[in-house]
């Protein structure tokens, strides 16, 4: 097999991942290219980008700016046979979503089949949403299969509809949560396309740390991160503000996001704002001296109005990994990873003086931190080994398993 793995956009620093996965499919001899939908924005990129050495192909981001392509694309694709009934497909889809995103799905499924021509036999999606829909449409165009990785937000604010026709048309569907999964089987027509494959973690990067027991002054607490709805910054700032004056902390969070410029503006009131540290986006071995540095990990996941959430996010199992105690919520698939009271805190989504108490009893509390961060570094380790997560993915790639596995569960 010979596939193209389309992504929304490539490098990113905040889709590790999607960059692990490639690389590991790339290890185990898939021959393949990447399609990117966007061009980078991140200023930085991670080492493991560079371990990647397949070509990249970039898609027009925006179709009047390279509108010769896209033409030279239509003028070669509309005499095919299979164009007429993709192109009534992708009408039918724009009469239920009249919007300027739906015409750039289909001009670049144009170019993405027209460049493709027979370079490929598989299409493979990173998100269910516009990465799956330029798919779909370019996969029809080739008459060849397709197949999705679905995560969070592309599956829980694209259309039911949507989500339907694609689990009809894919040949297989892999995701990362339980919930997710129990959610898409129950609009699949044939439940058995769905897999699921935790990310994991490769944990010869995350290697194994024994921390130091400290009775420190100060209690520097961590959170990793988008600065956007579905975190729950907002909530994070609100449960910080709260705890008593006399306690002695630093919060640092790390990453870009929408928010990011309110968040500020809000700590910036506070009586001791040198307490609060932004440190914008950084490089996998910089967050990983930080998760080191640290003493507790926080993460305030929500539900966004548009439905959007997370997933199980990686940055709470590379937290773990390094024997970090984690605060977070019951959201999506996080109760998958963290035990209430036995590998972590869990408040409910929303609770702010919930949230607020939970870090107040690990702050003062060194033992509590030893012991959640212990029990979570080692179930980590024994139930989110990358290497392990991901042979169901080889096997539906057609590459052979290394563990001893035979069959897709």
């Known amino acids: 097999m010979r596939a193209a793995i389309i992504l929304k956009g490539y490098p990113r620093l905040s889709e590790t991942f999607i960059?692990?996965?490639?690389?590991?499919?790339?290890?185990?001899?898939?021959?393949?290219?990447?399609?990117?939908?966007?061009?980078?924005?991140?200023?930085?990129?991670?080492?493991?980008?560079?371990?990647?050495?397949?070509?990249?192909?970039?898609?027009?981001?925006?179709?009047?700016?390279?509108?010769?392509?896209?033409?030279?694309?239509?003028?070669?694709?509309?005499?095919?046979?299979?164009?007429?009934?993709?192109?009534?497909?992708?009408?039918?889809?724009?009469?239920?979503?009249?919007?300027?995103?739906?015409?750039?799905?289909?001009?670049?499924?144009?170019?993405?089949?027209?460049?493709?021509?027979?370079?490929?036999?598989h299409l493979h999606a990173h998100f269910l949403h516009t990465p799956a829909s330029v798919t779909r449409y370019a996969a029809n165009l080739l008459g060849i299969s397709w197949s999705c990785s679905a995560h969070a937000v592309d599956i829980w604010t694209t259309p039911k509809w949507e989500v339907r026709e694609k689990l009809e048309n894919c040949k297989w569907l892999v995701t990362c949560t339980r919930g997710n999964e129990r959610y898409l089987k129950g609009l699949a027509e044939n439940p058995l396309k769905i897999h699921l494959v935790y990310h994991g973690l490769d944990l010869e990067k995350f290697k194994m740390v024994n921390r130091k027991i400290e009775r420190s002054s100060c209690v520097r607490l961590l959170s990793v991160g988008r600065a956007v709805e579905k975190k729950g910054y907002k909530d994070l700032l609100a449960a910080l503000a709260l705890l008593p004056d006399n306690l002695n902390w630093t919060f640092t969070h790390i990453g870009g996001g929408a928010e990011l410029k309110q968040l500020k503006r809000m700590t910036n009131s506070w009586d001791v704002p040198e307490q609060i540290k932004w440190i914008g986006p950084c490089s996998q071995e910089e967050v990983i001296k930080a998760y080191r540095d640290a003493d507790i990990f926080v993460l305030a996941s929500k539900i966004a109005k548009n439905?959007?959430?997370?997933?199980?996010?990686?940055?709470?199992?590379?937290?773990?990994?390094?024997?970090?105690?984690?605060?977070?919520?019951?959201?999506?698939?996080?109760?998958?990873?963290?035990?209430?009271?036995?590998?972590?805190?869990?408040?409910?989504?929303?609770?702010?003086?919930?949230?607020?108490?939970?870090?107040h009893r690990l702050i003062v509390s060194t033992e509590l931190r030893v012991s959640l961060g212990t029990t979570g570094q080692n179930l980590v380790r024994a139930n989110f080994n990358f290497h392990d997560c991901i042979e169901n993915l080889t096997l539906l790639f057609g590459l052979p398993a290394t563990n001893g596995i035979d069959n897709v569960t």
């Open 307 to 359: 439905g959007d959430r997370d997933g199980l996010p990686n940055v709470l199992i590379e937290a773990q990994s390094q024997g970090l105690p984690c605060v977070s919520t019951r959201v999506s698939g996080i109760p998958e990873l963290i035990e209430d009271e036995v590998s972590g805190l869990l408040a409910d989504s929303g609770d702010i003086e919930g949230l607020s108490a939970r870090l």
């Open 19 to 121: 960059a692990q996965e490639i690389l590991e499919l790339q290890k185990r001899g898939l021959s393949m290219e990447i399609v990117s939908l966007r061009y980078p924005t991140d200023n930085k990129k991670h080492p493991i980008h560079d371990e990647i050495v397949v070509p990249v192909r970039y898609l027009p981001e925006y179709l009047y700016k390279e509108i010769g392509r896209v033409w030279k694309s239509w003028r070669r694709i509309r005499r095919w046979t299979s164009y007429r009934d993709v192109l009534s497909v992708w009408l039918r889809d724009l009469r239920r979503d009249l919007t300027s995103n739906r015409i750039r799905r289909f001009g670049q499924a144009l170019v993405l089949a027209s460049e493709l021509k027979n370079d490929v036999d």
